[in-house]
């Protein structure tokens, strides 16, 4: 079977959406991924935390099989997001971001972190995305996540993270940040020129819009009712389309993606309806089971 490691953030997140207020409660790129991409997959997760982090917030992914062997602890604080959803939950806004122990990262692989298949570079600073990817030896395939904080403040660097990538994961609004274009197809097109073959543009409770070797393909997120935090759903999204193509042995042929956009959006559909990581971690079979047929039947036409 083939194996996935993860570079990512691994955070406390102040959240304020119309649904509450949370303080520090876990987040993080990484962790979303690795909670959800180890339901499918056996996964390795590069980061690193602070000594406010507990031993117990490690094992929320040991528990689940992840091997946590690559997250360093160093002396000071965890990377900290703040950010607030207003009406429109699609669009998060950031308050502040204190990179922390994250300014002074500089992960080293170990032979068996190098020896991945496929290697999810998770929304992080892109220039500790390319030392990994420059130490991993030949991935099968290479997926990426980014968003503005990033595109903002180390562009150059993101370049040559896309240049190498097989599949790109970017919500709407960024996607048309980095190509200027005014619409999510224009700006698949011209992203999947920076480098990736496939490009996925994530538009919230709007769904998700494919793009492979010039054919598109869009589908509806699952229609949640009460969204209580947005925050984690991109990666969520990422992590279940990722499971679903190692499943299917990684070939990247259009039916495998498009049924990754829908695992993706499955899974994600979840995340929203509680704060951080709190409803993946209670996550059942039986829940996500019941969840795939009534999306099947929101989606179906007879
Ligand atoms: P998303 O799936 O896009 O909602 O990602 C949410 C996670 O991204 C949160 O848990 C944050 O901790 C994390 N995050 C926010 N800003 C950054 C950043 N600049 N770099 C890395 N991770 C971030």
Known sequence: MNNMLVVGSLAFDSIKTPAGFKKKCLGGSANYFSLVASRYASVKTIGVVGSDYEDAHIEILATRGVDVSGIERQDGLTFHWEGRYKEDLNEAQTLATHLNVFEKFNPQLSAAHKSCDVLFLANIDPKLQLSVLEQANNPKVVAVDTMNFWIETKYDDLKKVLKKANILFVNQTEALMITRESNAVGAASVLSQFGPQVVVIKRGE??????????????????????????GAGDSFAAGFMGHIIKRGLDLNPQDLRRACLEGAMIA?????????????????????VRFEQYMNTIRIE
């Open 206 to 231: 709007y769904g998700a819009l494919l793009y492979s070797k010039g054919e598109y393909f869009a589908l509806p997120a699952f229609p949640v009712k009460n969204i209580v935090d947005p925050t």
């Open 269 to 289: 559909s979840f995340t929203v309806e509680d704060f951080g990581l709190n409803r993946l971690i209670n996550l059942t079979e039986g829940e996500v089971s």
